[in-house]
């Protein structure tokens, strides 16, 4: 089995540690569907701030997921802002 981009991701601490990436850049990939001619995301190529890391691309299913986590994570974090500063959360 052959090794690529072997280097260890950076690590960060906030409630727990993690090992990520930043992420400079996503540029989305697409297909055209012959039959209608129409443009249908395929994925997307995310580019790392860090130096030393090479792109790499993900499947749709991935940006798919990881949407509609972040869009869940969003709704509950204005919820919770909303209730702060209607001063019924404490």
């Known amino acids: 089995m052959e090794t690529q981009n072997a280097a260890e991701m950076p690590r960060y601490k906030s409630h727990k540690r993690v090992w990520a990436l930043k992420i400079k850049e996503i540029a989305p990939t697409f297909t055209e569907v012959t039959d209608t001619r129409e ?19 993900v499947g749709q ?30």
């Open 39 to 57: 443009q249908v995301q395929t994925g997307a190529w995310i580019f790392p701030e860090e130096s030393g890391y090479a792109q790499f691309h």
């Open 61 to 90: 299913d991935y940006i798919t997921k990881t949407c509609s986590e972040s869009r869940r994570l969003l709704r509950r974090l204005c919820g919770w802002l909303q209730e702060l500063e209607s001063g019924t959360s404490f």
